[in-house]
């Protein structure tokens, strides 16, 4: 009894959702500093993705558009939202998911599965491009050619470069990438350091 008296106590100090004052927040949004329950918080984050498609006018009607998928969460979050919205606002997009296979033993397998439930769960097509299909070689191959070192650097050129030409193998137009908020500071601050040391190598050679 003092255990479930000791968990209602807990509940109670947890403040109501400020938008629809019904759940209980789960979240507190950095963006607004807003507690939101579940649902809101699902609602208020792809309506703002919504605004922004219509804002900037990213899809036309009829656009055949390629989700980048890796399997990973801000791939699987983008598909989520993309095939919500496309139902939600009818957008008329034609949807399909685009998976790269490096060749990297015992990496992409895993993400790969997951990219297939999300075929499954989404009901839109899926196409998996490889290293091998497309360059005759795989990211271990390379790996044993030139060693370890700033093999991160080849595969990310590669991969980028495969999820261009896959898209154009399937004659997308338009090819969609998920992001979250550390990624976009990261390019950020490798940006203003690249300038930088520019900067710095003009100045002093």
Known sequence: KSRGNHINAQMNKIPDCTRCNNGKAVVKRPKTGEMMCKPCFYHVF???IHETIVENKLFKRGDK???????GKDSTVLAEVMTTLNKRHDYGLDLFLLSVDEGIT???DDSLETVKRNQEEYKIPLKIV???ELYGW???AIVKQIGLKNNCTFCGVFRRQALDRGAWLLKADKI???HNADDIAETVLLNCNY????ISYSIFY
């Open 65 to 71: 558009v390629a989700i980048a998928a890796s399997g």
């Open 106 to 108: 015992g990496y992409r």
């Open 130 to 132: 490889s290293y091998q």
């Open 46 to 48: 792809e309506e703002e």
């Open 195 to 198: 300038k930088f040391l520019f």
């Open 138 to 140: 795989t990211m271990d």
């Open 176 to 178: 969609v990438t998920g």
